[in-house]
């Protein structure tokens, strides 16, 4: 499957969205008709550090398609219908949605996730990135404590021939609850394996961070 992120900026503490539930899935096929999945993320006002998020939230579209993926990039005005008053698109990161962790517990719902958008390292080319990021790390990142799903979103090459997108990569780490998010960000695994390893493929002080929770508009 492949995916379209349109982070969304707006006033601290604003939800992004305007609509919810049955009316949000009749507004957005009604703009995108490709649609293979929705998800809305609002990010929460309990984050990780004392700094608000960066990010009011994410609309996250699906697609079976590439070409309809990468089409999505060019819609942001389809989006709003959905928005809140005083949020804006911001980055748009176009990608492979590759799943690396899911466990059964993921399928029950009222989770919270951590978002990570980065900047690959400026020596790696974007194949060899890649390759590092899912062969290399991907098994390290999926030891994550109490994490029930992890996913990496790998830009399409198409992308970058328009020039380079935002992010090269975005992860999705998902947990039970803030308090479990918490721990697992503060533990060994994630400060010292994960950290260590990512200076491999991963430009220094590029990590955005923030923790949200997702309205699953349209399963994909």
Not at 159 to 184: F, K
Request: hydrophobic letters at 45%; aromatic letters at 10%; glycine letters at 6%.
């Amino acid at each position: 499957m492949f995916k379209t992120y349109f982070f969304l900026e707006g006033p601290a503490g604003t939800d992004p969205f305007r609509l919810s539930g049955n009316a949000a899935l009749e507004a957005i096929e009604a703009q995108v008709p490709t649609l293979a999945g929705y998800t809305q993320t609002r990010s929460l006002g309990d984050q990780v550090t004392d700094d608000p998020a960066a990010y009011a939230g994410v609309a996250e579209l699906w697609f079976a398609r590439t070409q309809d993926a990468l089409a999505s990039t060019a819609q942001a005005q389809s989006l709003s219908p959905l928005l809140a008053d005083g949020v804006r698109v911001g980055p748009i990161v176009t990608g492979l949605a590759r799943t690396v962790l899911r466990l059964p517990e993921h399928h029950d719902g009222g989770l919270i996730k951590g978002v990570f958008p980065f900047l690959r390292r400026s020596d790696l080319t974007v194949d060899a990135f890649q390759r590092y990021w899912w062969l290399n790390h991907g098994p390290i990142a999926a030891l994550t404590e109490q994490a029930v799903y992890y996913l990496q979103c790998h830009p399409l090459e198409e992308t970058y021939a328009r020039g380079r997108p935002p992010y090269d990569g975005i992860t999705e780490l998902h947990w039970p609850d803030v308090a479990a998010a918490r721990a697992a960000m503060a533990s060994r695994q994630m400060t010292e394996d994960q950290s260590n390893d990512a200076k491999n493929f991963v430009e220094p002080d590029s990590v955005v961070l923030f923790l949200a929770a997702e309205e699953i508009v349209l399963a994909a």
